[in-house]
């Protein structure tokens, strides 16, 4: 019998962490579960010195090339996710990103510093932090990880002044949500309402010190949060519910602006 999917992917970051430079190898998401091809795919940070020269890339790709049908190189090149190459081993796609240790470490100073508050076309600067915190140690004999994560241990309190001031000071658009109440406009009013719910649940987060990672398992964080309004997961989807119709946008609209309201007096007394 072949080798496993696991084994195939440890045998390439084994190849990889022999690559002159290289640091630290880890790997996101639940390393125990791997996901059906075309259900999900995995992430992998790479960090080093240096990002290794395309070249030098695939010479260890080509004595590998055993292990994966097909790979892709510089898919991207630079910006939030590194130098990327992607493969494809037992049909599931597998990112390899590559970051030099430097870059990482001046990124998540200057979000601790709340230069990177907001989000940029889908990616959140805080989530970067959430990826390294929790990340799945793979190989790290420099200890690289092993900083990171206990740099990332404790949310700075500036931080959360910071995102929280920036965020609930975004969740109350009057001028668009009040276009959307006089025209009842659905579609219009939960585009509105979208943006808004981003900015609250990335002011929700930072009001209990906790990087906003997405909006993927938000019932399961809300719930554990110490800090919230009551019932503010099911009023939240109880403001999408009502926006779903004109006849309930006003009510929803009404919901929202609590919900604004009570996180905003539950921060100011903290």
């Known amino acids: 019998m072949g080798d496993s999917i696991e084994e195939k992917i440890a045998k390439l970051l084994y190849e990889i962490s022999l690559i ?3 640091k630290a190898i880890g790997q996101t998401g639940d390393i125990n579960v791997i996901p059906k091809p075309g259900e999900s795919d995995i992430d992998i940070f790479v960090l080093g010195d240096k990002v290794p020269a395309y070249e030098e890339r695939r010479a260890v790709y080509e004595k590998s090339n055993t292990i994966f049908e097909e790979c ?3 898919v991207c090149e630079g910006g939030d996710w590194g130098t990327g190459d992607v493969f494809i081993i037992d049909g599931v796609e597998t990112m390899l990103m590559y970051f030099t240790i430097d870059e990482t470490l001046k990124y998540v100073n200057e979000i601790f510093e709340g230069r990177h508050l907001d989000s940029v076309k889908g990616f959140y600067p805080v989530g970067r932090c959430a990826t390294l915190k929790n990340i799945n140690v793979i190989y790290d004999e420099w200890e690289v990880f092993a900083c990171l994560k206990d740099k990332l241990s404790v949310y700075p ?3 959360k002044k910071a995102m929280a001031d920036f965020h609930l000071a975004r969740t109350k658009d009057e001028e668009d949500f009040g276009r959307a109440l006089r025209r009842k406009d659905v579609l219009f009013y939960h585009q509105v309402l979208e943006v808004s719910i981003d900015h609250y649940l990335q002011a929700l987060y930072a ?3 906790t990087f906003f990672p997405s909006r993927k398992r938000t019932k399961q964080y809300i719930d554990s949060f110490e800090i919230k309004p009551y019932r503010c ?4 989807l109880e403001v999408v519910r009502l926006g779903s119709s004109p006849e309930g946008i006003e009510e929803s609209y009404g919901e929202w602006c609590g919900l604004v309201s009570d996180l905003e007096h539950l921060y100011n007394g903290k």
Request: no cysteine.
């Open 207 to 209: 009001v209990n010190k």
């Open 157 to 159: 309190e500036g931080l």
């Open 20 to 22: 002159d430079g290289i």
């Open 233 to 236: 997961y099911e009023r939240l």
């Open 72 to 74: 892709r190189m510089k």
